[in-house]
């Protein structure tokens, strides 16, 4: 504990060396409660960027966009920071791992699908989010032909929808995710006659812990976000964070 404070120490004196001209643009995405929520600005990973900041003394502008948009400022750099993406452009400067989403194909047991890995989906209906095809790697790409239909969403609450409208009969998504938006969606479609399954499977992805990291425009502003991460986990801080944002449903 000594040691982290002594860290912590270290890099308020290196950040009041550096003046910022301006608060910090930084870009969530949206639709992922409860990780990230857009109206009011919270969530897991936005409380938890807060957080870090704070710690930091860095003031930012938060802005939300759907993950294409995202990958689009990011390759642009058009905005200072990106939280919740992918590796992939080697022009920005990627923090270590920030957030990790734990990913499932998540069927009804009346369907019988057995899953242990994508090639079950064959002629299964499958919808998943923004650039699964992209983020899930080579092995899942392969096997999407072979679906009996595949669609992406960039809303995943629009996702989670189609699923309980019977409209696909996989859903990938990340089981805290479902959850949440079960919970919320419920009362609606059970006024709807519709009913929500409570007999599903959640079967894992093949390598289901997907990591995702926060891109940077300067070298110099991840280096410090990533040393004020490593405290920040050391001091079970994400953890708080965690049950107190799932306890606010």
């Not at 807060?50 to 759907?66: G, M, V």
């Not at 995710?177 to 059970?190: C, D, H, M, S, T």
């Amino acid at each position: 504990m000594r040691v982290n404070r002594l860290f912590r120490i270290v890099l308020l004196i290196v950040v009041s060396t550096h003046t910022w001209a301006k608060e910090l643009t930084v870009m969530f995405g949206v639709s992922r409660p409860p990780f990230i929520s857009q109206d009011p600005p919270s969530g897991i990973s936005y409380e938890l960027f807060k957080l870090i900041s704070s710690e930091l003394q860095w003031e930012f502008q938060a802005q939300f966009a759907p993950n294409k948009r995202m990958e689009y400022e990011l390759a642009n750099m058009k905005v200072d920071v990106i939280v919740e993406v992918q590796k992939g452009n080697g022009s920005v400067f990627y923090s270590e791992p920030f957030i990790a989403y734990r990913n499932f194909a998540v069927s009804r047991s009346r369907d019988k699908i057995k899953f242990n890995d994508y090639v079950d989906l064959k002629d299964r209906s499958v919808c998943a989010w923004q650039n699964a095809i992209v983020n899930l790697g080579k092995t899942f790409e392969k096997q999407v032909s072979n679906f009996s239909a595949y669609r992406e969403f960039p809303h995943q609450e629009v996702q989670v929808r189609s699923w309980l409208s019977k409209q696909c009969e996989v859903i990938i998504i990340d089981d805290t995710l479902l959850k949440w938006w079960i919970n919320e969606l419920a009362p609606l479609f059970q006024q709807r006659n519709r009913g929500v399954d409570k007999d599903v499977v959640f079967a894992p992805l093949p390598n289901n812990i997907l990591w995702w990291y926060v891109a940077f425009r300067s070298e110099e502003l991840r280096d410090m976000f990533n040393s004020e991460l490593q405290i920040t986990r050391s001091n079970n801080e994400y953890e708080k964070i965690r049950e107190q944002v799932l306890l606010q449903q």
